[in-house]
């Protein structure tokens, strides 16, 4: 077995076509087909299957289609690396993994660092779904960072961001919904939910049914910032952090109330794979988040001072 034999791997299952295949990998049809033939003695499969004029992948090939990507990518980050990191020049796609809630907060100051200190770099943002927190070892090796508040992760290198809190928010016309809102009214209110699954919740979701309030959910989305809309209007409750609350326009419909219970507080964090501690670039890479999220940890400091 080689590395250019995982590689042929990787575009026989990703294209599902001897032909196109040998087009993505630059090499003549007879030479892929060879290659498929390895492959097949390899693993006693025979991974491609003729069905009519296409090919179907077999049980086994499905297995190893996602393995064969994250093993290339694994393999190029290995020989991309160099000893030293000159941003100027580097032609690298940073490749993150997070909500819009984070997008929104910290995408353009990070981009803008980028854009000024790596002009010909690219940074990639994919977004989180209910399923980012499982499987986070071929995640990470995928891409460089995971952004994601503690309670999901745990045995990767990762380092924090900044702290929000949890509020709930009403549709501004909810005439029943008075200046507070109580636990009662959260155990009947309809809910809109962010990321609800049996893995997937918001870490305020997870306080309260720790708390014993089973919510009854009306609208799940995989996106913050499309609750106000789903909410306004509506007889809804949903969480929300503050500072989106903060970001909210004034005419949107809906209004923010303080939880009726303790919700924790949110520390958003940036989780990478440990192999990628000691690489400079994705030093470099961590560095300019840390400098892209300074402004949310010196308000938050801010507002303490302002407490005390």
Known sequence: MDLNLLRSLDALLEQRSVTLAAQRMGMSQPSMSAALGRLRRHFGDELLIRAGRQYRLTPLAVQLRERARVAVAAADRVFDSQPGFDPTGSQREFRMVTSDYSTCLFGRPLAAVLAEEAPRARLRIAMTTGRSAEGTDELLLDHDLLVMPHGFITDVSHHDLFRDEWMCVVSADNTEVGEELTVEQLECMPWVATYHGPTASTPAARFMRMRGIEPHVQVVAESF???????????????????????????AGVRALHCPFDAGQLVQ????????DNDPEHVYLRDAVMRATAPLRERAASEVRARS
């Open 269 to 276: 964090a940036m989780w990478w794979h440990p192999v990628h």
């Open 225 to 251: 910032l499309t609750v106000p809309d789903l909410v306004a209007g509506s007889g809804c409750v949903a969480f929300l952090q503050r500072r989106l609350v903060d970001r909210i326009p004034v005419d």
